[in-house]
């Protein structure tokens, strides 16, 4: 049987209709551009994330780009980030001219670790010139914001969250993630937990002046009509992206529901398998399970092969961490340096947990892995 890591058709399948109708409204309506479903969703994101802002972008990279630029992230300043995620918030940052500080993760929760960032802090003569501490909230498990803004607020320093895995994630006061910092970003990549017909994103802020900076750099930097404040650009969501995304915020809550029953019984069938399964938080912090992932250990690549022979696709996130990728070969850490992220690297693998999977192929993916483990 062919266990597919990612099905967007079929997850879509039950709404359908309801995308195609949405799709339609909108080529009807002659309005492509900043029209009445953008406004629409942007107030129904911000409502759904408890932020009194939400400004919709072209992707969540974008949203990295306008949060940094609207707290004027530039060369001098100095962002420190976590080495174990996708390339976009240290690649944003690098982008802007800033110098990028990788900080080592938590081992259990794969996120930027509040220890290791105090220890960061105390030793490191660029402290100072820190402007931005950007967490990831890895696979939907919200990173330690507490932690981490105990160490930012007597400094001085902003956190802008980075929430792209974070739609339905909360912290460990409830709230959802990307509201706890200065600015919080989100990805509606289409394999996201809420994700678009194509690219798209959205800034969340509680701060006015924020809100008016990203959405003025988000459209090229005007203030009004034709008058170019500052330096902004296109990086805008299309009235078609808002449109479907207004569509699958009614099924959130439902596909959120299918997830947290595949990862508890994921957690079931595997524990004592030897495997490193995912941190588990205390309610009311909640995981999104955006991505489940095991620590399976120095093996993880011949487990790979093993279930990918018997047709079940797995991912590596992340194969190599960012301090080793050759963009940031230059910039300071080197192999050895960050052995929390560099490990994780060599020994994790996410299973198939898309809401379309059925209980039957999450039972054919345990079966394959007890084989693969001799278990
Ligand atoms: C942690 C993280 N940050 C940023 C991004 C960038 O989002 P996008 O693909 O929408 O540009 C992604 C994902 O794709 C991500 O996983």
């Not at 902004?232 to 569509?247: C, K, S, Y």
Request: with cysteine.
């Amino acid at each position: 049987m062919k266990i597919p890591f990612v099905d967007l058709a079929r997850e879509h399948a039950p709404m359908k209709d309801a995308l195609h109708a949405a799709v339609r409204e909108v080529v009807d309506s002659g309005r492509y551009i900043m029209g009445p479903k953008l406004a629409a969703f942007e107030a129904a994101f911000a409502e759904h994330v408890g932020a009194k802002h939400a400004i919709g972008v072209s992707s969540g990279t974008d949203a990295l780009v306008l949060a940094l630029l609207a707290r004027d992230v530039g060369p001098g300043d100095v962002v420190v980030t976590t080495p174990y995620t996708f390339f976009s918030p240290a690649g944003v940052a690098a982008r802007l001219g800033a110098e990028v500080v990788f900080v080592d993760i938590d081992p259990r929760t794969y996120n930027l670790d509040p220890d290791a960032l105090d220890r960061w802090f105390a030793r490191d003569a660029r402290a100072d010139r820190v402007r931005v501490v950007l967490p990831v909230h890895l696979f939907g498990l919200a990173a330690d914001l507490e932690g981490i803004r105990a160490l930012t607020r007597p400094r001085g320093v902003t956190v802008v969250e980075d929430a792209a895995q974070g739609v339905g994630t909360y912290a460990g006061d409830g709230r959802h993630v990307g509201v706890h910092g200065k600015l919080g970003c989100f990805s509606f990549f289409p394999t996201k937990n809420l994700g678009g017909l194509g690219d798209g994103g959205a800034v969340v802020t509680d701060d006015d002046a924020l809100a008016a900076r990203v959405r003025s750099l988000r459209s090229y930097g005007m203030s009004e009509r034709l008058v170019h404040e500052r330096l902004g650009g296109n990086h805008r969501l299309d009235e078609i992206q808002a449109a479907a995304l207004l569509v699958k915020l009614d099924y959130l809550a439902d596909k959120q529901r299918v997830r947290d029953l595949h990862a508890a019984a994921y957690d079931d069938a595997l524990a004592g398998l030897g495997l490193g399964l995912p941190a588990r938080p205390t309610p009311p912090a909640r995981h999104a399970h955006h991505q489940y992932v095991v620590r399976v250990g120095p093996e993880r690549d011949r487990v790979r092969a093993a279930l990918a022979s018997e047709g079940i696709e797995t991912v590596v996130y992340y194969p190599t961490p960012l301090h080793l990728q050759p963009v940031f070969a230059s910039h300071g850490s080197g192999a050895g340096d960050l052995p929390h992220a560099e490990r994780a690297a060599l020994e994790t693998l996410a299973l198939p947990i898309r809401p379309s999977l059925t209980p039957s192929e999450r039972d054919t993916v345990v079966d394959a892995l007890r084989r693969a483990l001799g278990k």
